[in-house]
């Protein structure tokens, strides 16, 4: 069974900076296929960036240039770094894990909230 737990969310103002984690266990990171989403109230949720098995990422025209995406398999945690944050950013920040035998998993969330 894979775990996955968020952190790192919080209020920030607009352009400032956070960094996301998702530690996973119950599995090794780099053998899940992973991605960030997100939720803002009222709409459903997006995808903001994947990454593969191999190491290949994926941004939303959202999130390209302002956000990266990576994985530190020593602490088997994958991280989305963000920046020049926007008021537009502000949602719940979900992490998935897919297996290679194509079961998904999802974490708990963490809030990000971009205003002055």
């Known amino acids: 069974q894979v775990q996955l737990v968020e952190s790192g969310g919080g209020l920030v103002q607009p352009g400032g900076s956070l960094r996301l984690s998702c530690a996973v266990s119950g599995s090794v990171v780099r053998l899940l296929a992973m991605g960030w989403y997100r939720q803002a109230p009222g709409l459903e949720r997006e995808l903001v960036a994947t990454?593969?098995?191999?190491?290949?990422?994926t941004y939303t025209d959202s999130a390209k240039g302002r956000f990266t995406l990576s994985r530190d398999s020593a602490k088997n945690t994958m991280y989305l770094q963000m920046n020049s944050l926007k008021p537009d950013d502000t949602a719940v920040y979900y992490c998935?894990?897919?297996?290679?035998?194509?079961?998904?998993?999802w974490g708990q969330g963490t809030q990000v909230t971009v205003s002055s």
């Open positions: 990454i593969t098995t191999g190491g290949i990422t």
């Open positions: 998935k894990a897919t297996t290679p035998f194509n079961s998904n998993y």
